[in-house]
Structures are given as C-alpha cells and as structure tokens.
C-alpha cells in the first residue's frame, strides 16, 4: 500500500508540474499575441489550466495525507 501510495504522489505532483509550465508558457504568450481571437482563446487555455492545477492540487494532498497516515503505522525502530 505504501509504494501505491507513493507512486500516486509521484504522478500527481509530475502532472501538477507539467500543467503548472504549460500555464506559464501560456501566460507569457498571452501579452505578446496581436491577433484577439488567439489571445481568447490563449485566456480560455490558461483558465481552464487553472482548474486543472487546483484539481490535481486537491487530489495530490489527499495522496499525501493517506501516504502520512500510512508512514505513521510504521514503526520507526531507530527511536525505540
């Protein structure tokens, strides 16, 4: 259960960061675009990216709470 758990918390922080750098490569595009029908639709990218970002931001800390939970089951035997 615990290396489920950790390779979950892997995933989900690599897909927070790759939409995190799409975001920003967006984000800077967004100022220097002249045509207005590519910037709205660079803006709709970016918004809908933000829910994407909190989405898997919710799912990554209740990845990390389980894994915590489960790493205190553990006994640390180095602190008897």
């Known amino acids: 259960?615990?290396?489920?758990l950790k390779s979950r918390r892997g995933e989900l922080i690599t897909q927070?960061?790759?939409?995190?750098r799409e975001q920003n490569e967006i984000s800077g595009q967004?100022?220097?675009e002249k045509d207005a029908s590519k910037k709205q639709s660079l803006i709709a990218r970016g918004k809908e990216l933000r829910?994407?970002?909190a989405e898997r931001e919710g799912e990554?800390?209740?990845a990390?709470?389980?894994l915590r939970a489960e790493q205190m089951r553990i006994p640390n035997m180095t602190h008897p």
């Open 64 to 66: 990390e709470a389980a």
């Open 1 to 4: 259960a615990l290396s489920r």
């Open 30 to 32: 967004i100022p220097k």
């Open 51 to 53: 829910g994407q970002v």
């Open 16 to 20: 927070v960061d790759a939409l995190r």
């Open 60 to 62: 990554l800390k209740e």
